[in-house]
């Protein structure tokens, strides 16, 4: 069984739907036969650079971080992982590339889940099977075909 649970430490905008949001990740999990929960956490800035510090040695704040719970660190945990999105820079990249929030947030929680999926970014191949990927999801999205079961 997957699930997405969704925490908001930082307030969305109404335009934002979180039902919307956890039908479309629970939908791309199943659709990968992915078995666990994913804590999604829609945070500030301050968190993810607090996060990006601590895990990546980075001191700059980050729009997604994943966090596996699957490797032996975790060997009793039946959650897949948790993934961190920054509100503050998803209304950021919203902004610039001319997208709605609520889309760009959802993209950057498809990243983060596929990256809890094993996609990678590493190599010019990878990186565009798993922007594809990213983009079938949104386009889902955009269409209104990301209800489970659909």
């Known amino acids: ?34 078995d666990g929960t994913v804590t999604l956490v829609l945070a500030d800035d301050a968190t993810l650079r607090r996060l990006n510090g601590q895990f990546k040695g980075a001191s700059e ?10 490797d032996p660190v975790h060997p009793d945990c039946d959650d897949l992982g948790e993934v961190y999105v920054s509100v503050d820079r ?20 498809i990243h983060g889940i596929l990256h809890l999926l094993g996609y990678r970014h590493d190599s010019p191949g990878a990186s565009a099977s ?3 990927r990213e983009r079938e999801y949104i386009a889902r999205l955009q269409a209104g075909i990301h209800l489970k079961g659909v």
């Not at 908001?8 to 036969?33: K, T």
């Open 1 to 34: 069984m997957t699930r997405v649970r969704i925490e908001q430490e930082a307030p969305l905008p109404e335009a934002c739907d979180p039902m919307d949001l956890e039908l479309l990740l629970d939908s791309v999990l199943e659709e990968h036969g992915a």
């Open 61 to 70: 704040p980050t729009d997604v971080l994943s966090f596996d719970l699957t």
């Open 90 to 109: 998803a209304e950021v990249q919203a902004r610039e590339g001319s997208r709605r929030l609520s889309e760009e947030i959802a993209w950057l929680a």
């Open 130 to 132: 798993m922007r594809g």
